[in-house]
């Protein structure tokens, strides 16, 4: 084993992947190597969720196993050091140390990017707890990435708004704006690196540049980084609703290089639900947006969330969402079964909602939505998609895979007719003719 070796595991969304490749470079410039298994590491962290009990209820799981490990150690005389970092971490700070003797170090979301000073402190002062809020937005944090064309880069951190459900606020703490110039500087020097495609990274992503004061909006980054040279395509998630103005709107629609692409969270399709969740819209609102979204851009695709079984939905509730979805038809819908978090403002409305109405409600609307796609993908057969390759296929390495301007995932072969490769196409934007598909992927070959 080398002196200093670590293994991480991700849990969650894009902004924890994209934390863990900031604590690995700073791992690595204070020595440490990476390895892929905990036997094999003497630092183990775990960068968790927290957005739904069943995301903690897995990793509290997994802390078992690290007990044992450790135990395993300590009997050969070896040592195990145990971080848990991310928004467990944060949500529950000093009950995971006295909870779980095996953990040595709790870091927030933010102290996470101290990790080498924060070791050198517990080996020479035992146990601690890191949680306080602030630093990751000053400075250009390096990052260690993995290989292909995509990389994702956190343009702002937490999240102001107070929706009824949700533990975000608490873990990632109040919004705050990375300045554009930093960001700008980040993503040239990805390009340079062969990340041709970028997706910014936010909780409301929208609200990008309210913290800065100087006027700086989400559209006025975007077209700052379009000029970068090189730069195939860039997306952003996750938008709220009620920050999708018309200027972003318009540049959206305007700029080439910027994918037709929107994660726009519904949530629910019943004012009363949205206003139990406090989503600050109504579902008018919304159809509003979708609205204003397909008169610039009519092949934008548009994605969401959806909780089903939020307290006190009734049947009636249900419908409206059902029927939302099904007046919007979406590019795709993430649908989770709500779960009530701690000391969130919903965790007072008894959850009311019986667990197989919950799964049957969500299982509705996972149907509905794969109907959707199926349909809205049959009618694309024929045409010609300008598909960002981004690499083999992972479920069939015979294939190359990619997204068109829209994110929808396009696949093609790897070889042309006549045996030669097509790897020279990764990275590059190549145009497909769509043949046949199923609800998940489409299937075409080179027009
Ligand atoms: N900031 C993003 C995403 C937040 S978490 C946004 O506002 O869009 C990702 C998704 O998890 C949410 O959109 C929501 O659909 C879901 N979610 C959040 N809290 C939840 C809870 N308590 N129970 C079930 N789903 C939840
Ligand atoms: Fe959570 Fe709402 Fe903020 Fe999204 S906008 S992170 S759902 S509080
Ligand atoms: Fe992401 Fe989970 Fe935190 S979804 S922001 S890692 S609670």
């Known amino acids: ?34 390895v892929t298994s905990a036997e094999e590491a003497n630092l183990v962290l775990y960068n968790t969720c927290a957005v739904r009990d069943n995301a903690e209820a897995k990793i509290r799981g997994r802390l ?15 040592d195990l050091t145990i971080g848990i970092m991310g928004c467990m971490a944060q949500r529950e700070k000093d009950h995971l140390i006295t909870t779980y003797p095996q953990i040595d170090l709790v870091v927030g979301t933010d102290q996470f990017v101290h990790m080498p000073q924060l070791l050198q402190q517990f080996e020479e002062r035992g146990r601690l707890v890191a949680t306080d809020f602030g630093d990751f937005e000053d400075k250009l944090w390096e990052a260690k ?18 929706c009824t459900y949700c533990v975000v606020p608490f873990t990632r703490g109040r919004e705050k704006s990375r300045p554009a110039v930093q960001i700008e500087e980040e993503c040239r020097r990805l390009v340079d690196d062969g990340f041709v495609q970028i997706t910014l990274l936010g909780q409301t992503v929208d609200s990008y540049g309210k913290t800065l004061g100087d006027g700086t909006t989400l559209a006025s980054l975007l077209r700052r980084l379009h ?36 994660h726009v969270p519904a949530q629910a399709g019943s ?16 159809l509003r947006f979708v609205e204003r979204a397909r008169a610039r851009m009519p092949n ?45 403002p919903s965790a007072n409305i008894a959850d009311d909602v019986p667990v197989e109405v919950k799964k049957a ?46 994110n929808l995932n396009i696949v093609l072969p790897r070889t042309a007719a006549d045996g030669t490769s097509r790897d020279h196409l990764i990275g590059h934007i190549a145009p497909v003719r769509l043949e046949r598909n199923t609800s998940l992927t489409l299937f075409g070959d080179l027009a």
């Not at 149907?367 to 300008?386: F, I, N, R, T």
């Open 64 to 78: 078992g196993d690290l007990k044992n490990l450790k135990q395993r150690r300590r009997k050969a005389g070896l």
């Open 145 to 162: 990435r993995g290989e292909g064309v995509n990389a994702w880069v956190p343009i702002m951190r937490g999240c102001n708004y107070n």
């Open 300 to 344: 934008v695709e548009l994605l969401s969330d959806f909780i089903v079984g939020f307290p006190r939905e009734s049947d009636a509730d249900f419908a409206e969402t059902v029927s939302l979805m099904d007046e919007v038809r979406f590019g795709g819908s993430y649908v989770f079964m709500y779960s009530e978090r701690p000391n969130t």
């Open 361 to 406: 409600r969500c299982n509705h609307l996972l149907d509905l939505q794969l109907k959707h796609q199926s349909e809205a993908y049959a009618k694309l057969l024929g045409s010609v998609q300008e598909v960002l390759v981004e690499g083999p296929s992972k479920s069939n390495q015979a294939m190359l895979h990619g997204r068109n301007q829209g």
């Open 271 to 286: 004012d009363r639900i949205l206003r139990l969740m406090g989503r600050r819209y109504t579902r008018a609102d919304y």
């Open 1 to 34: 084993m080398p002196a200093k070796t670590v293994y991480i595991e991700t849990f969650g969304c894009q902004m924890n992947l994209a934390d863990t490749e900031i604590v690995l470079a700073r791992l690595g410039e204070a020595g440490y190597g990476v």
């Open 227 to 262: 000029e970068i040279p090189g730069l195939k395509r860039l997306r952003f998630v996750t938008s709220h609703p009620k920050d999708i103005t018309d200027e972003l709107l318009d540049t959206v629609a305007e700029l080439p290089k910027v994918a037709k692409h929107l």
